[in-house]
Nanobody
Framework: QVQLVESGGGLVQPGGSLRLSCAASGFTFSTYALSWYRQAPGKERELVAVITRAGGATNYADSVKGRFTISRDNAKSTVYLQMNGLKPEDTAVYTC?????????????WGQGTQVTVSS
């Protein structure tokens, strides 16, 4: 079965760092673009970062640019989000996404999310 399992979330002080991981199984990981989203209570889901299939191109939300880094290891079927200089406004549930555009149909999978709380 298809699974995306996030880990690495937790409570951190402002200015601290966390590294999120998302381990995938049940599909051909290297053929999918990967993204990290986040959603805070009462707010809409926000796209945080995107990485292409081979990892050659990335893009970030303006709010995290220069602080967050997305990367992938296709051999381990894992995507990462390194978060530095964390701010209270980064507090949210972070979820990974895998997507592929196909001729007959698109494929898209979501993880369950991991909580990140930035507070002193």
């Amino acid at each position: 079965q298809v699974q995306l399992v996030e880990s690495g979330g937790g409570l951190v002080q402002p200015g601290g760092s966390l590294r999120l991981s998302c381990a995938a199984s049940g599909f051909t990981f290297s053929t999918y673009a990967l993204s990290w989203y986040r959603q805070a209570p009462g707010k809409e889901r926000e796209l945080v970062a995107v990485i292409t299939r081979a990892g050659g191109a990335t893009n970030y939300a303006d709010s995290v640019k220069g602080r967050f880094t997305i990367s992938r290891d296709n051999a381990k079927s894992t995507v990462y989000l390194q978060m530095n200089g964390l701010k209270p406004e980064d507090t949210a549930v972070y979820t990974c996404n895998a997507k592929k555009w196909g001729f007959l149909k698109d494929s898209e999978y979501w993880g369950q999310g991991t909580q990140v709380t930035v507070s002193s």
